[in-house]
């Protein structure tokens, strides 16, 4: 059974930096594709970065230049490095990962029913 657990989330000035971190158990990790969604309060869970089968990665235009998504294979983590903090990044961040995923890490980023495997969430809580 794969196991999906974050870790990182906060409090933190606008402009801040936070650091999220997100442990895969269950499944060899080289093979899933991976991916960071956030819902906050009222709005629709929203696809923030991903990657796909074979490396791929892509971002949300609201967080480009601002996050960045990495893997480490070794430690079996997936990291969302995330700076410029705004204001409207106050969300619950969520970590998913998917063993059969085929598409690309854009359609990944717009699909979140592909991921079957979730973590618990994270709180990010950024203010003025």
């Known amino acids: 059974q794969v196991q999906v657990v974050e870790s990182g989330g906060g409090s933190v000035q606008s402009g801040g930096s936070l650091r999220l971190s997100c442990a895969v158990s269950?499944?060899?990790?080289?093979?899933?594709?991976m991916a960071w969604f956030r819902r906050a309060p009222g709005k629709e869970r929203e696809g923030v970065a991903a990657i796909d089968r074979v490396g791929k990665i892509t971002y949300t235009d609201s967080v480009q230049g601002r996050f960045t998504i990495s893997r480490d294979n070794n430690k079996k983590t997936l990291d969302l490095q995330m700076s410029g903090l705004k204001l409207e990044d106050t969300a619950m961040y969520y970590c998913a990962a998917e063993r059969n995923c085929l598409g690309s890490a854009e359609w990944l980023l717009l699909q979140p029913d592909a991921f079957r495997s979730w973590g618990q969430g994270t709180q990010v809580t950024v203010s003025s």
């Open positions: 269950g499944y060899p990790f080289g093979v899933y594709c």
